[in-house]
T-cell receptor
Framework: EDKVVQSPLSLVVHEGDTVTLNCSYE??????LLWYKQEKKAPTFLFML????IEKKSGRLSSILDKKELFSILNITATQTGDSAIYLC????????????FGTGTRLKVLA | DAGVTQSPTHLIKTRGQQVTLRCSPK?????VSWYQQALGQGPQFIFQ???????QRGNFPDRFSGHQFPNYSSELNVNALLLGDSALYLC????????????FGQGTRLTVV
């Protein structure tokens, strides 16, 4: 059965810290991995990764995918209180399957 | 651009009742998916609609049904509500070309008492 596992489940840091969120997956015929940020209700899109070793970057956030080892990491540098949210890792599987497979998420809390 | 809009935002229903949730996709999107997110869990795929037909379904009973209209908007219907149906229901829209990210609505918080 397809599976996405995120770690840690929760994390508390102070402003200015750097955090690394992990996502491992077991999915038949992987097509892409996505990261979303969920603050209150609506998950908002951060990154889509389809190729190994190519880092995607947006401001203080970056992510990379390793298709050989079946994992991805999301890095956040110089954290701010506004980064407090649940970060969801999502995998899209084989062509002909359309469902997103979500991990449980990592709940990040950044203290001032 | 209004993005993905869902209604209502909150709903309280009694066990055994039926409920209908609504979703309008982001402008230009033609595909709508529905997800159920229980507290402390990641969203679980219910089904996806494209060209007014259910294209794929997750592991949900037949009590969960849906519909897509010609304007691409969609409804999720749940019959014979159970306490365990209490959750946040998220609608996601996307464009059916290649691999593109989905955009999510704010969700409907359903509480079954």
């Amino acid at each position: 059965e397809d599976k996405v596992v995120q770690s840690p489940l929760s994390l508390v840091v102070h402003e200015g810290d750097t955090v690394t969120l992990n996502c491992s997956y077991e999915v038949t015929n992987f097509r892409s991995l996505l990261w979303y940020k969920q603050e209150k209700k609506a998950p908002t899109f951060l990154f889509m990764l389809t190729s190994s070793g190519i880092e995607k970057k947006s401001g203080r956030l970056s992510s990379i995918l390793d298709k050989k080892e079946l994992f991805s990491i999301l890095n956040i540098t110089a954290t701010q209180t506004g980064d407090s949210a649940i970060y969801l890792c999502v995998v899209l599987g084989a062509p002909g399957t359309y469902k997103y497979i979500f991990g449980t998420g990592t709940r990040l809390k950044v203290l001032a | 651009d209004a993005g993905v809009t869902q209604s209502p935002t909150h709903l309280i229903k009694t066990r055994g009742q039926q409920v209908t949730l609504r979703c309008s996709p982001k402008s230009g999107h033609d595909t709508v998916s529905w997800y159920q997110q229980a507290l402390g869990q990641g969203p679980q795929f219910i089904f996806q609609y494209y060209e007014e037909e259910e294209r794929q379904r997750g592991n949900f009973p037949d009590r969960f049904s849906g519909h897509q209209f010609p304007n691409y908007s969609s409804e999720l219907n749940v019959n014979a509500l159970l306490l365990g149906d209490s959750a946040l229901y998220l609608c996601a829209s996307s464009f059916n070309r290649g691999i593109t990210e989905a955009f999510f609505g704010q969700g409907t918080r359903l509480t079954v008492v």
